[in-house]
C-alpha cells in the first residue's frame, strides 16, 4: 500500500475513533491541547503558510468534536499558540507542549489530541518529518508510545 493510503487510512480510523469518544472530549483541557497540538504540526517547519491556517480553520468548522467548542474560542486559541511558536520556535514550543501535556490526566483526551496531530498533519496529503517529530514529541509529553500512532 502506498504511503498516501495508508496516510488517508490513518487519518479516517483516527477520526472514527475521534467520533466514538465525542462525548467525553469536552474538557477545557482537551481543547486548549487540540488547538496547541494543531498550532505545533501548523509551525513545525519553522514557517506557516496560509494553507496551514486554512486546514485548520476547516478542522474547527467541520470536525464533530471540536463543535463541541465555540469556534471563534478555538480560533483564537490556536492563534495564540502560532503566536508563541512563530516568535520564538523552541521558547514557544516548550509553553506550547507544556498546554498539550494538560491533557495526560485522561487518557483518551490524551490520544485524542495525538490523532488530531496526525489528522491536521496529513490533511495536505504529506505529513513531513518535522511534522511527525512535533507529533512524536507530543507524544512524550503526554506519556503516550508514539508507535501507537505509526509515529
Known amino acids: 500500500m502506498a504511503l498516501w493510503d495508508r496516510l488517508k487510512e490513518s487519518a479516517s480510523t483516527m477520526q472514527t ?14 481543547r ?12 513545525a517547519d519553522g514557517t506557516v503558510d496560509p494553507s496551514e491556517r486554512q486546514r485548520v480553520a476547516q ?12 469556534a471563534d474560542d478555538l480560533r483564537r486559541r490556536f492563534e495564540d499558540n502560532l503566536t ?7 521558547f ?3 509553553s506550547v507542549l507544556q498546554e498539550i501535556a ?5 487518557p483518551a483526551e490524551a490520544r485524542a489530541v495525538i490523532q488530531i496531530g496526525v489528522i491536521i498533519g ?6 513531513d518529518k518535522d511534522e511527525q517529530a512535533v507529533v512524536r514529541e507530543a507524544c512524550f509529553a503526554l506519556d503516550l508510545p508514539p508507535h501507537e500512532f505509526d509515529l
Not at 478542522?59 to 465555540?70: D, Y
Open 59 to 70: 478542522l474547527i468548522s467541520t470536525n464533530e468534536v471540536l463543535q463541541n467548542f465555540p
Open 102 to 106: 494538560k491533557a495526560k490526566k485522561k
Open 32 to 43: 486548549d491541547a487540540s488547538m496547541a497540538m494543531c498550532a505545533l504540526v501548523a509551525a
Open 17 to 30: 475513533q475521534l467520533m466514538a469518544k465525542k462525548n467525553d472530549l469536552k474538557s477545557g483541557a482537551f
Open 92 to 94: 514557544g514550543k516548550v
Open 84 to 90: 508563541k511558536l512563530t516568535t520564538d520556535f523552541d
Open 122 to 127: 496529513g490533511a495536505d496529503g504529506d505529513f
